[in-house]
């Protein structure tokens, strides 16, 4: 088995690199999407959620080179470039050349901001969870440009379209592969 469908490892890489939580749970967010959507494309659900885990490796260490010292440090692991430059590609435009091609690049684009923008519509809701959450409190707090303000609306737009998602489609798939991993991400149920 090559070394990027083995999700232990590539956890604790992820936990290498990064020690703040919420790094490592926003990199577990976007790997529930990115499985998420693999069913829905009928794609490798474990790939696509290890391109997912992996997306923002190099962030936290290396933020002036996002998406470029994490080619280093894929290589120095045995990632093969096909994976690599999936990772890259989420930074296009941004931070690197790579532009996504694939489906599966063309949706971490495109979801890798708008994970960031559901769990912060989480954090406001009293239960502190997006297994309530709703579509339209997505759609409300996306067109109130101050709420969660680092998120780049604009990228997860043209990636819905790129990857030929309505916005509602794309807002309303990312809650539910949320929902896959909430409780691994701290977005479950508060109920003891």
Same mark, same amino acid.
């Given at each position: 088995?090559s070394?990027?469908?083995?999700?232990e490892?590539?956890?604790?890489?992820?936990?290498?690199?990064?020690?703040?939580?919420s790094?490592?749970n926003?990199?577990?967010a976007?790997?529930g999407?990115m499985?998420h959507?693999?069913r829905?494309?009928?794609? @490798?659900?474990?790939?696509?959620?290890i !391109?997912?885990? %992996?997306?923002?490796? $190099? +962030? =936290?260490?290396?933020? @002036?080179?996002?998406?470029?010292?994490? !080619?280093?440090? %894929?290589e120095?692991? $045995? +990632? =093969?470039?096909a994976?690599?430059?999936?990772?890259?590609?989420?930074?296009?435009? %941004?931070?690197a050349?790579?532009?996504?091609?694939?489906q599966?690049e063309?949706?971490l684009?495109?979801?890798d901001? %708008?994970?960031?923008?559901?769990?912060?519509?989480a954090?406001?809701r009293p239960s502190?969870?997006v297994?309530?959450?709703?579509?339209?409190?997505v759609?409300?707090?996306f067109k109130t440009?101050?709420?969660?303000?680092?998120v780049?609306?604009?990228v997860?737009?043209?990636?819905?379209e790129m990857?030929g998602y309505?916005?509602?489609?794309?807002m309303q798939?990312?809650?539910?592969?949320m929902?896959a991993?909430?409780?691994?991400?701290?977005?479950?149920?508060?109920?003891?």
């Amino acid at each position: 088995m090559s070394t990027q469908l083995d999700r232990e490892k590539a956890l604790a890489l992820l936990k290498e690199y990064n020690e703040s939580e919420s790094l490592v749970n926003h990199g577990l967010a976007v790997s529930g999407v990115m499985e998420h959507f693999a069913r829905l494309e009928g794609e @490798d659900p474990d790939y696509w959620g290890i !391109v997912g885990l %992996l997306h923002d490796l $190099d +962030y =936290e260490k290396y933020p @002036d080179q996002h998406c470029v010292k994490v !080619v280093e440090i %894929l290589e120095a692991n $045995d +990632y =093969e470039r096909a994976f690599i430059n999936s990772v890259v590609s989420h930074g296009f435009g %941004l931070c690197a050349d790579v532009e996504p091609t694939h489906q599966m690049e063309k949706i971490l684009y495109a979801t890798d901001e %708008l994970a960031g923008l559901i769990t912060a519509c989480a954090y406001m809701r009293p239960s502190k969870s997006v297994n309530d959450l709703e579509l339209k409190s997505v759609k409300k707090k996306f067109k109130t440009a101050s709420f969660a303000a680092g998120v780049n609306r604009e990228v997860v737009t043209k990636g819905a379209e790129m990857a030929g998602y309505s916005l509602d489609e794309l807002m309303q798939e990312t809650i539910l592969g949320m929902r896959a991993v909430a409780d691994e991400i701290g977005l479950g149920s508060n109920e003891a």
